[in-house]
């Protein structure tokens, strides 16, 4: 079993319970504008340019039809990785690689001591896990084999079947509510959000474990009908969810839409809001928290 990814971050604290290793799988059917991990949206490799890094040395120039310039031509840009071997300032690289899932869990377990001691485990990520379904489920089964727990940070667009299975394997759900107003979540992601909220519904009924996460972003999705909204829901679901926090806007993926070649989307920053919108929640009868 295999599949993409582009990133294995150990000692996160903030994916989960306790100290865990989340695993980054590339593939994401959402374009969020505010996205802090555009490089996760295509599931092939990608190559990132960080003009930032380039001292201009033109040691990468002419080593393929992409590299007639230092910034890379992406129609032709086949993600070889020719550039980022002569490259001495780190400013090309690769993001993404095939890997199998018990390559994943060799690098899991080697910190399995810090699981133990905190309450952590693994948690896969992304991009979207649901878009490479059969690759995050077997990530999960293997973890479940070595006792080690298992989470998911998910948009919740994906089939019944992989979070009802993903559910019957023990794992959490950190689920994203991005817009409860279907025409706002299309035209912020790209898609309905109508099979997210089913989903979502079907887990509760399950009674999984599930936190409610909340990205919101100044001016986008925060107006007092969106958080009437999500708060309505809130309060109809009270006591089947964990939890319900915020996740305000940063600017983390600024940076790496321009080394992608993308139109980079820069808001205003969410924490200097968070206060407002956790009392704005408590106005409307919903205790939240504000992720820092």
Request: proline share 5%; glycine share 8%; with cysteine.
């Amino acid at each position: 079993m295999t599949g993409t990814i582009f990133n294995i971050q150990k000692f996160s604290l903030h994916d989960g319970d306790g100290i865990r290793t989340t695993v980054f799988l590339k593939g994401c059917p959402l374009r969020c504008l505010w996205c802090h991990n555009p490089e996760s949206h295509k599931t092939v490799p990608q190559l990132m340019f960080y003009g930032t890094k380039c001292t201009g040395c033109t040691r990468c120039i002419g080593v393929c039809p992409a590299r007639e310039t230092l910034p890379p031509n992406r129609e032709k840009c086949i993600a070889c990785g020719k550039c980022t071997d002569l490259c001495l300032s780190d400013a090309n690289e690769i993001c993404g690689r095939t890997v199998t899932a018990e390559e994943v869990m060799a690098e899991v377990v080697k910190d399995r001591v810090f699981y133990e001691s905190s309450g952590g485990g693994m948690t896969v990520s992304g991009g979207e896990p649901a878009a490479q379904p059969d690759f995050t489920l077997e990530l999960i089964r293997l973890a479940k084999e070595e006792g080690i727990t298992a989470a998911m940070e998910t948009s919740g667009f994906g089939t019944p079947d992989f979070f009802r299975e993903a559910a019957e394997l023990g794992t959490a759900f950190l689920y994203d509510l991005k817009a409860m107003n279907p025409t706002l979540h299309k035209k912020l992601t790209g898609v309905d959000n109508a099979p997210i909220l089913k989903n979502l519904r079907m887990l509760l009924d399950m009674g999984a474990d599930v936190t409610i996460r909340m990205p919101l972003v100044p001016g986008l999705n925060d107006s007092d009908e969106d958080i009437a909204a999500l708060a309505e829901f809130l309060r109809e679901n009270e006591g089947r969810y964990r939890m319900a926090e915020i996740m305000p806007y940063h600017a983390m993926g600024v940076s790496k839409s321009e080394a992608l070649g993308q139109d980079d989307h820069r808001y205003e920053a969410g924490a200097d809001h968070a206060d407002r919108w956790v009392q704005a929640f408590a106005d409307l009868g919903c205790k939240v928290s504000a992720a820092k």
